[in-house]
Each structure stands twice: as structure tokens, then as C-alpha cells.
């Protein structure tokens, strides 16, 4: 018996040198292990034997199943693997290039905007927007710049024409149409439509009527800030202001704010900026926006009363910050989308 | 303005100031400074008289001539020179070796074209005295000894500070106002102006007086004085007073004129100067009649209307009053007698009478900018006293004057303490007193505060806060402290648009898009390929700059399809492109709407090679972009509709519309008309998409999604082929089989999905026809469905297609 067992096992494993499908290897498993397979076979004759013998024999069944269930399950091993095999494609070469296309990117005025946004939402500022067509009345007269205002010389304007009716921007009353010449706009409406105190940063396109050359463009960016609530003081103007530049230009950088003058700010100042990191633009002082305390007469205009209600407003140029920031040198890349352009402030 | 610094030491006194600290002061006083000039002979202590003794001409070259130049030395010196404006005997500057020219070029002893030079004579503009004649300065006439240095020869070079005024300071366009700040700021006196003739008026002309009436009848000029002066030599200037013009960029024209330049440059009031022979009757200040042409200075001829005031005299207007004086009434070689003006205007209309005429003059930029009423006066006395000193003048009594100095005393109270709330830090109420006074405010304590009363010439100091921009000038805004940050306010959040746009633009940049601007001004040809020509009409400008940028944007499609043209042509690859902004399009309305677009563009196939290529861009692509937009604008894809669309930017019909049952959202995507992208230089086809939102569509603060349960046993699975005419859009068949899947659920289980799997057209169907298979999902909520339930809902949905639509379903 134990020697018919060993042959039996010692034929299982030659045969199973030779399975390699998983036709191969179920035709295999029905010799041995099937209904009427060799061991099945034998594992029959067990009833015949007698009580004795019975322990030893079955011991010795039990050591040749063990070693068919091994050799079965190694050919399952073997089998699987050989499908696995085939079922994939030349082995992987990781230094091919991906033929795919590489993420996008945003492009640098739209990253410049969205770090200073970031910077002012840190301090409370949340993001206002208003039409890029106004009407003169909240472009320049809500912005204390009546009609024979000298400031109006200090914009070149283009209007559009007196037939022209905007859905987003109704006339109040029959004063001409414009492309806004800057945010300040947006912080007319934003009075006008909302209870202080608020703080609110507009990023923007605006237009002047300008030719287009290494340092002038028909249409910029600005973002204009507001802050509007009782007790705003020149204090809290530094404040932002140098918080805003230190998170964009770095700790070292310094600002000062030289008197100036617009008709919507009183006091009026130019804020400069002063950085040891600018390239060949560092350590001096450059004028980066306009800002100020909001004229009294500005928030009479839009229906606040200044005895209540102070406010500190600034704007400052998108593209001046990302061609400072970057080292660029012509404000017209930012409107040429060249890729080679785009793609280096990923 | 042009300031000198040498002039400016007239009036506040400047000893221990360099001019680099003047350039520093200045602008922190809010007087921005643009540029710095030297003007004179700079420093250039080894410059010195030299005298041409003999010169040949270079042996090598004919434009040189070689010198021997005596400069005081033992032996001459041989200097090689290209002028030719030159003598033997001249006597020239010569910049011996080793001298840094004011260009910051350096003499060195060299060789030109083999010839020894050691030196260099020198022209007036080497020497940065400005363009004088061609080749080099001639000192001969003046007999300067040989070698004195130059500087001996010519004054101390002055400085001259090239500052911006802005509109609100019209006192600072005269050297006396910008003295009166910089002598606040540095904590200096201002110096008292010296005027010999007297103050005083009289109403009417006497018998003297050159003039028989002076009146004004407009209510444009309430304060007008005009003065006879006799005897009057025209003649040049002192070179003191020829310096101070040059000095400010004034060309000296003769005594009278330059003294009435040199008064406004002082004070800042215009002054004018009549040749009272050329004046008939008297001098009227009146509004112009319609018609009345009058020859100004500069030679141009204009027709005058009642917008503008003039002086005229008993027959005609003389001057466009405040702006600018007649070419045949003013001061020439022949004057003996002069009637000098001094008068205040209204500011407003010197600017709208400057600009209905189209000049900008010393003068009305500085009445519009307003004056002092209160200097008037004074500047025609100190007019005076100069043409009495320099022109031979004789003064026959005093001015006549007609009105009165407008504007009414201003006096603004400050409560205690405002100051300093403004600024957020303590001043005293000693402390803005101080400083007031110190710009030539009066101020007094009083009751709860102080008492301020404003100069005349600062009429834009009218409120307590205007006080405040004058204290913190002259105290320094590096006193404000640097506030700490007040704790944000709860419950704000950015605009919904702004959060839209934020997300937008992650989203197409993860998809491979990289990010364009493009100008918002277009062309005319632009806007009719993308609108036609009447609704490109309705977004032209009224006054557009140039040609190319006449209208606003109606699409950021053209802008993109323009950039990958470029990016081709110069061999870069472009990949996909997008962008994101405002456009424009009219309405049914009549109006124009505002839009936020979002444009995407790309080569249908890329230009690079690849070794493993993947498919191309296509239109349904550019449509699951837009979809996918829509639906972070809130606009649930179930709700949008296609149709297909034709000419303008697109293809026809391989392009649609994309529009959502609220008309929320409208957009546009497919192929670009070929004919164009073509003509763009671009060879293979472009695939675009846009999506437009008005503003209305982001009012709304964005909810939070809420949690909806959904089933854990699996669905059941069917698939319908359906065959209809090649005319029925996919939509619509997708449609009925979602109605009739939808219908077939009933109330016990649902409709999850419907998808297309399989369009096909060819053999084995009947002609013009298309097969269209479609998978459809059911679920229950609680159970496992029977096969007997999703074979009737099936069955339901076959007689829905056949005998509803009347299609036929494949078996």
C-alpha cells in the first residue's frame, strides 16, 4: 500500500511538469483527485481494510493527499501566473515619456491676483465684483470727481455711445456710459448695497484710453480694497497695507506712504515699496498704489453718514505686482500669450 | 513744474540742504519729484581755457584737424578735434586728461588715427550747458585768461527739480507755494518778498490811465485790475532773470514778457501785458459773441462763442481770457506804453475754456487749478517794481481794479482730539496747532477744540479732514503706527462668482489647459464674424483709440483661436488653451448684457509627435468640458439642450449651441469654421467651446448639498437597440427610453441610468437609418429586482419605443 501510494504521488508530480493551461491543470486534478482519479481510487479501498491497519493506512493516505494538494496548488500557482502573463503588454519601461499632456497652469496675473487675495482674506477682505461698463455717475461724480474736476483730466476715458444701454449697469439718470477706468467703482456699489462694517477686496479689469506699449496697456487689472466701519484710522491703512506687503514681497520689505492726491481719499497717499529683493528694481522706493481714507463726501454720495461711518480704501495695479514680483519687463507678454511666456510661472 | 534750487533759496532759506535732500523732502510733502537736472556749468575743475595757437589738418583723416593748444602749460599741448567752427587764436574749453565729462565719459590721452591727442575741446553740449552751435564753445569774445578753469568763468550750477503738482494744489505751481511747504517741513522761515510799489486801487481810470474804462460784466471774472505803465523800453532781460526762465524751461522772449513769466513762476500768478496803443477805447472783460474770431499767440485762428470769456477792448476781443493773449495785441520792440492785467477767473471755466480751444497754457492750467485771489495784487506789484527796475517803467498812479478778491474767509473747527482719532495715534492739539501755523493756517484754541482759519490760496482746504492730510504731511506719515490687524467680521464669504472663477480655472488646468488674457478691445472684422453686423454695432465705442481696437468683446473665442495661430507659428506647442472673462452681447431688449465667459480652444490633433498617440480633441470632449462648468455654476447637466448651429465662428454643423431650460447658462462648443482658422495659418482643425453666465446666475450664497440615502442591493441591467431614421438626434431617443424607463419603474423601483453604447450605421439596417443602443440601469431601494420585473419593464419600454415613437426595436 505505501508503496502504491508513493508511485501514485511520484506520477502525480511528473505528470504535473507537463500542465501549464488550466485545461491542463482541471484534466490533471480529475486523475488524481476526481470522482475516479488515482487517489479517490484508492482512498476507496479504505473501507476494505481492517480496524488495525486502518490508523497506518489512513496516515499514510493522508501524507500522499497532502503532497497532491501541494503539487496542486504550486500548478495553480504556475497556471495563474502564465495567465496573468499574458494578459498584459510588454514589461514597463519608466523612462518613456507619458504621451499624455501635462497639467495646465494658471496664468500670472490670475496667480498674482489670487496670492493677494489670499493675503487680504487673512485680514478679513472678501471678494466684491461690479460691471467693467459703467455709468460716468459711478465711475467718476459718487467718486467726488464732478465733471469739470480736474482729476477727470488725470484718466483718458473711452465711452461708449449715448445709445448704448447696459442690462448690469443702468444709467441713474442720463449720464454717459464708459468701460470703467478703474475699480473704484466697485466700491460705490458695494456702499450702495450692503450694511457696513465690511471689508471687501475687487479684483478687476479696467480700461484707459491708451496706447499700447512696453508700459501701457488698453486694459489692466487692478484690485481695489474697502474697508468700511466705525474708528477706520490711518493706523489701520498702515496696517493692512504693510501686512499685504510683507505676505507679498517678503519680511524685509518696507513701505512708505507719500501724500498724494485722488478726489475719493482724504487724506490721499501713494504707498511705496522698498525690498532688498527685486532685482535691479531693489532698494529703492516704487510706487505701487494709491490709497487713502475714504472722503467724507464719498460716503455721503453712497448714502453713509460720516459722522457714524469711516472707511480706508486702496488700489493697486495687477500687472505692476506680477511684473515686480516676476522680473517682467513688458506688460505687453501678459496680453500675448506666447506658451514659452505662460508656462514659466507654473 | 521745474524747480529751481537756487530760486527756490529766495524764498525759504536753504543753507545745509543739498539738493539730494531737497528730492527727498519734496515728495513726502506730496510733491512727487519726476526728474533731476543740473543746470549751469557742473563742477569740472580740470576744464580750462585754452587758445588755439595753429592747426592742421589730420594726415589720416579729413574730418579731424590735429591742434597745438596752449593751456597755460610750459610746452603746447596737441589735441586732435573733429569741429570745425574754429580759428587760430580761438579761445575754447579744453577738458584736460582725466576729466569725467557730465555723460560719464573720461578724457584720457590717446591716439586717434595715429595722431597723439591729449585732451579734448569742447562743444556746449559736452559740457551739459544744453545745445548751443554746432562744434565747439568759443570763449573769445570774453577774453577769459588761458587756463582759468572753467567753473571761474561761468556762476555756481544750480539744481532744478522736475516736480508733479496735483490738481488740488494749485498754490504749488508758483516757486513761493512750494517754498511755504518746504519751509514747514524743514522747520524754516519762510522770507519775506520785498515790493517797493504800492498796494492800493483806485475804481475807474483817471486821465493818466492808458485805458478811458476797465469793467468786467461776466460773472466768470469778479476781481480784475490792470495797471499803466509808461515809458517803456523793450528791450532783453538781466541775465539773472534770463537764468531763472531757462532755469524753469521758459525761453526768454524780451524784458516785459519774461517779467510777466517770472512773476507767475514766482507766485504763480498769470500775469498779461497789453500794448496800450493796440487798445482801443478800454478793456472789457465780457462773454465772447458768437462769431467773433480771434488770432491767438501761437498763430491759430479760432471762432469764439459765449462758452468763452474774453478781454476785449471797445471794438474786438484782445485775449481768450485766462488762456491764452491775441497775436496783435501784445507787448513787441515798439511798446513804449504797457497795460499789465492781474485778474482771478472761475477756475472750472478757464479748464472748459482751455479745453473747447485745445490749448493748455502756464496760464489756464494755473487759473484752472485756481489762485490765489488774495496774490493778485501782489503779483502786479511786483510786475511793476521789475519794469520799473529793468524796462524803464514809469508808473502813473495806482492799479485799477474792478470787483472785489472773491471767496469768503473759511474757518473750520476741529473738535479736540479729531486729529488724532483719524490718524490712530495721540498728537496733541499743540502739536496740529503747531504745524497749521507753520503752512500759514490761523489757529486758535477755543472751546472743545481749535479754530481754524484757511489761508486763501489753499481753496482745498475746506473740512476738518482736509486738515488732517496737512498735519500728517508736514509731521511725517513715518509717525502713523502700523495698526494691528482688527479680527476678521463672522459670516463673509468671497462673491460667488469669485469662487466660480476659482474653481473654473483649478478645473480646466487639471484638465491640460493653460490660461490666456487676451485685450477686450476688437476689432471690427472680429465682432461681425461673431455677432453679424448689427449685433457688432451694438458693442462699438464712441471714441475708440485705434483701428484695431473699436469694439468690446462679444467672445473669448476669437482671442484663443488667435493665440494658438501664434503659438504654431512661432513652434510652440499650444495644447489646450483657456480663458476666463467678461464679455458682451446685446439682448432682445435693446441692452447690453454683461457675461462672465469661459473659453476653451485646441488643435483637434497636436503638433508634437508622440510616440504612443493618444486620440483626438473632439467636440464631444469640448462638450463634457462645458457640461462640467455648468454644473459647478449650478446648472444640473438634465437641464441643458443642443442644437446644432451654423456659420460665424463655427463650422456648420459640426459645431451647437448649448443652452439650460432656465436660460441661465448659454454656450457654444464644436469645430471652428475651417474657412477661418485657415486664414488664422492654422492647418489642421481647431476644437472650441464657450460657456456664458450673467450675473445673475451667481446672486445666490451656494447651498450645501444635502445627504440622499441610496440603495446597497444591485441593479438590474437591460439593453435596447433602437433603430430610427438618421434625421433623430440621440437626445431625443435617449430621451423617449429614459421617459419610457422611467414610466416601466413605476412607483416600486427606479430609473438610475440610460447610456448610450453603441451607434451604428450601415449593412444590415434598412437605408437612412441608424441603430442606437442603449443600457438601462434599474434599482431597488430595499431588495434585489426579479428577472420577472426587469423582463416586463422591459417589455414596456420596447412597446413605448414602437408604438409611442413608432421605432423599430432590435431583437
Not at chain 1, 491543470?25 to 484508492?42: C, D, M, Y
Not at chain 2, 467651446?689 to 445673475?696: K, Y
Request: aromatic share 6%; with cysteine.
Amino acid at each position: 500500500m505505501q508503496q502504491q501510494l508513493a508511485q501514485l504521488v511520484a506520477t502525480a508530480r511528473q505528470e504535473s511538469a507537463s500542465v501549464t493551461t488550466r485545461a491542463e491543470l482541471e484534466a490533471f486534478k480529475a486523475r488524481v483527485v476526481g470522482p475516479h482519479g488515482s487517489l479517490t481510487q484508492v482512498m476507496k479501498g479504505m473501507a476494505t481494510l481492517s480496524k488495525e491497519d486502518r490508523p497506518v493506512v489512513g496516515k499514510l493516505i493522508n501524507e500522499a493527499k497532502k503532497a497532491v494538494e501541494e503539487i496542486l496548488a504550486a500548478l495553480l500557482q504556475k497556471v495563474e501566473d502564465a495567465e496573468i502573463a499574458s494578459a498584459l503588454s510588454a514589461p514597463l519601461d519608466p523612462t518613456l515619456p507619458s504621451p499624455d499632456a501635462p497639467a495646465g497652469n494658471l496664468h500670472p496675473l490670475s496667480r498674482t491676483r489670487e496670492r493677494i487675495l489670499n493675503s487680504f482674506r487673512k485680514l478679513g477682505f472678501t471678494v466684491a465684483e461690479g460691471p467693467e461698463v459703467e455709468t460716468e455717475w459711478y465711475c467718476f461724480d459718487a467718486l467726488n470727481t464732478p465733471g469739470d474736476h480736474p482729476a477727470r483730466d488725470m484718466q483718458d476715458t473711452l465711452y461708449l455711445p449715448k445709445t448704448f444701454r447696459s442690462a448690469d449697469a443702468p444709467r441713474r439718470q442720463e449720464e454717459a456710459m464708459l468701460l470703467r477706468t478703474h475699480t473704484s467703482s466697485v466700491q460705490v456699489r458695494t456702499m450702495l448695497s450692503r450694511r457696513p462694517p465690511f471689508r471687501i477686496v475687487a479684483p478687476g479689469r479696467c480700461f484707459r484710453r491708451d496706447a499700447v506699449d512696453a508700459t501701457h496697456s488698453a486694459n489692466f487689472h487692478q484690485v481695489e480694497g474697502l474697508w468700511i466701519d466705525r474708528g477706520v484710522t490711518l493706523a489701520d491703512l498702515r496696517g493692512v497695507l504693510d501686512f499685504f506687503v510683507k505676505e507679498t514681497f517678503g519680511a524685509d520689505a518696507e513701505i512708505r506712504l507719500r501724500p498724494s492726491f485722488f478726489p475719493f481719499t482724504e487724506p490721499s497717499f501713494e504707498m511705496d515699496l522698498r525690498s532688498p529683493n527685486l532685482g535691479r528694481l531693489s532698494n529703492r522706493w516704487l510706487e505701487i498704489m494709491g490709497c487713502g481714507l475714504v472722503d467724507p463726501k464719498v460716503l455721503e454720495l453712497c448714502g453713509l453718514d460720516p459722522q457714524e461711518w469711516s472707511g480706508l480704501a486702496f488700489g493697486l495695479g495687477l500687472e505692476r505686482i506680477a511684473m515686480l514680483v516676476h522680473g517682467i519687463d513688458d506688460i505687453r507678454h501678459f496680453y500675448q500669450n506666447d506658451v514659452r511666456f505662460l508656462r514659466q510661472f507654473a | 513744474m521745474k524747480i529751481s534750487f537756487q530760486a527756490l533759496s529766495r524764498h525759504v532759506d536753504l543753507q545745509g540742504i543739498t539738493s539730494a535732500q531737497l528730492g527727498d523732502v519734496l515728495p513726502m510733502l506730496g510733491l512727487e519729484v519726476e526728474a533731476v537736472h543740473t543746470f549751469g556749468l557742473a563742477p569740472l575743475p580740470s576744464v580750462v581755457v585754452g587758445e588755439i595757437v595753429s592747426f592742421e589738418k589730420h594726415p589720416k583723416a579729413d574730418r579731424l584737424s590735429v591742434c597745438q593748444v596752449n593751456v597755460g602749460e610750459a610746452t603746447l599741448r596737441q589735441i586732435v578735434c573733429g569741429a570745425k567752427n574754429f580759428k587760430a587764436g580761438d579761445r575754447v574749453p579744453v577738458a584736460l586728461p582725466g576729466t569725467v565729462m557730465p555723460g560719464g565719459f573720461e578724457i584720457k590721452v590717446s591716439k586717434l588715427r595715429e595722431v597723439d591727442s591729449a585732451g579734448m575741446m569742447c562743444s556746449s553740449e559736452e559740457l551739459g550747458l544744453g545745445k548751443g552751435e554746432d562744434g565747439l564753445l568759443i570763449l573769445t569774445p570774453q577774453q577769459p585768461a588761458i587756463g582759468t578753469p572753467l567753473n571761474k568763468l561761468f556762476g555756481t550750477p544750480d539744481t532744478v527739480l522736475e516736480i508733479s503738482v496735483t490738481p488740488n494744489r494749485g498754490d504749488c505751481l508758483g516757486l513761493r507755494g512750494v517754498a511755504r511747504d518746504v519751509a514747514a517741513a524743514l522747520g524754516r522761515s519762510l522770507l519775506p518778498q520785498k515790493v517797493q510799489t504800492p498796494s492800493g486801487s483806485v475804481a475807474t481810470p483817471s486821465a493818466q490811465d492808458a485805458v478811458q474804462f476797465v469793467r468786467s460784466t461776466t460773472p466768470i471774472c469778479p476781481y480784475y485790475t490792470l495797471r499803466t505803465l509808461t515809458d517803456v523800453k523793450v528791450g532783453p532781460s538781466p541775465d539773472w532773470l534770463r537764468r531763472d526762465l531757462e532755469a524753469a524751461g521758459l525761453r526768454p522772449i524780451n524784458n516785459v514778457v519774461d517779467i510777466t513769466n517770472w512773476v507767475l513762476l514766482e507766485t504763480g500768478q498769470p500775469l498779461h501785458a497789453f500794448d496800450a496803443q493796440k487798445v482801443q477805447g478800454g478793456i472789457e472783460v465780457r462773454t465772447a459773441r458768437a462769431g467773433e474770431t480771434l488770432t491767438l499767440l501761437d498763430g491759430k485762428t479760432v471762432t469764439l462763442d459765449s462758452s468763452v470769456c474774453v478781454i476785449a477792448d471797445a471794438q474786438r476781443p484782445l485775449v481768450v481770457a485766462g488762456v491764452m493773449g491775441g497775436a496783435d495785441s501784445g507787448v513787441t520792440a515798439p511798446t513804449t506804453t504797457i497795460l499789465l492785467e492781474a485778474a482771478w477767473f472761475q477756475p472750472g471755466e478757464i479748464r472748459r475754456s482751455a479745453k473747447r480751444l485745445g490749448v493748455s497754457t502756464d496760464s489756464s492750467h494755473r487759473f484752472a487749478r485756481d489762485v490765489d485771489p488774495a496774490g493778485v495784487e501782489l503779483a502786479s506789484r511786483l510786475a511793476t517794481d521789475l519794469l520799473v527796475a529793468h524796462a524803464g517803467a514809469k508808473v502813473v498812479g495806482p492799479a485799477v481794479a474792478v470787483g472785489k478778491p472773491p471767496r469768503a474767509e473759511v474757518k473750520i473747527t476741529l473738535s479736540a482730539g479729531y486729529v488724532a482719532g483719524k490718524l490712530g495715534t495721540e498728537v496733541s492739539d499743540d502739536e496740529v496747532t503747531q504745524t497749521l501755523r507753520r503752512l500759514g493756517f490761523t489757529v486758535q484754541a477755543v472751546a472743545g477744540g481749535l479754530e481754524v482759519i484757511v489761508p486763501s490760496f489753499r481753496s482745498d482746504v475746506l473740512r476738518p479732514i482736509d486738515l488732517v492730510e496737512e498735519f500728517i504731511r508736514i509731521h511725517g506719515t513715518d509717525k502713523v503706527p502700523v495698526g494691528r490687524p482688527r479680527a476678521p467680521l463672522p459670516g463673509e464669504e468671497d462673491a460667488t462668482s469669485a469662487i466660480f472663477i476659482r474653481e473654473v480655472s483649478q478645473r480646466l488646468v487639471g484638465a491640460g489647459f493653460t490660461e490666456c488674457f487676451h485685450y477686450s478691445l476688437r476689432t471690427t472684422a472680429e465682432l461681425e464674424r461673431t455677432l453679424g453686423t448689427v449685433g457688432a454695432a451694438a458693442l462699438a465705442l464712441e471714441n475708440p483709440l485705434t483701428a484695431d481696437q473699436t469694439h468690446i468683446r462679444a467672445s473669448l473665442v476669437p482671442g484663443l483661436a488667435g493665440a494658438l495661430a501664434a503659438n504654431v507659428s512661432v513652434h510652440a506647442d499650444p495644447r489646450g488653451l483657456f480663458e476666463v472673462g467678461t464679455v458682451f452681447r446685446p439682448q432682445a431688449d435693446g441692452t447690453v448684457k454683461e457675461f462672465l465667459a469661459i473659453a476653451v480652444a485646441q488643435l483637434a490633433s497636436p503638433i508634437t509627435r508622440s510616440w504612443q498617440t493618444r486620440p483626438d480633441f473632439d467636440s464631444l470632449q469640448a462638450k463634457r468640458l462645458l457640461q462640467d462648468i455648468a454644473g459647478l455654476a449650478g446648472v444640473a447637466e438634465h437641464r441643458l439642450s443642443y442644437a446644432t448651429l451654423e456659420g460665424g465662428l463655427w463650422q456648420t454643423s459640426h459645431a451647437a449651441t448649448m443652452q439650460d431650460r432656465g436660460r441661465v447658462a448659454e454656450g457654444a462648443f464644436g469645430t471652428l469654421s475651417l474657412r477661418w482658422t485657415r486664414e488664422l495659418g492654422l492647418k489642421g482643425a481647431v476644437v472650441a467651446a464657450e460657456i456664458l453666465l450673467p450675473r445673475s446666475a451667481f446672486k445666490d450664497a451656494r447651498k450645501m448639498a444635502r445627504f440622499e440615502a441610496f440603495s446597497s442591493f444591485p441593479p438590474s441591467t437591460k439593453d435596447v437597440a433602437v433603430i430610427v431614421p438618421q434625421t433623430v438626434s440621440a437626445g431625443e431617443v435617449e430621451t423617449r427610453v429614459r421617459q419610457a424607463a422611467t414610466k416601466a419603474a413605476g412607483k416600486e423601483f427606479g430609473l438610475e441610468a440610460v447610456i448610450c453604447f453603441d451607434v451604428f450605421k450601415g449593412p444590415g439596417l434598412p437605408p437612412e437609418t441608424k441603430s442606437l443602443a442603449f443600457e438601462i440601469h434599474w434599482r431597488h431601494a430595499s431588495r434585489t429586482l426579479t428577472d420577472e420585473e426587469t423582463n416586463q419593464a422591459l417589455n414596456a419600454v420596447i412597446t413605448a419605443l414602437e408604438k409611442g415613437a413608432g421605432w423599430t426595436v432590435r431583437r
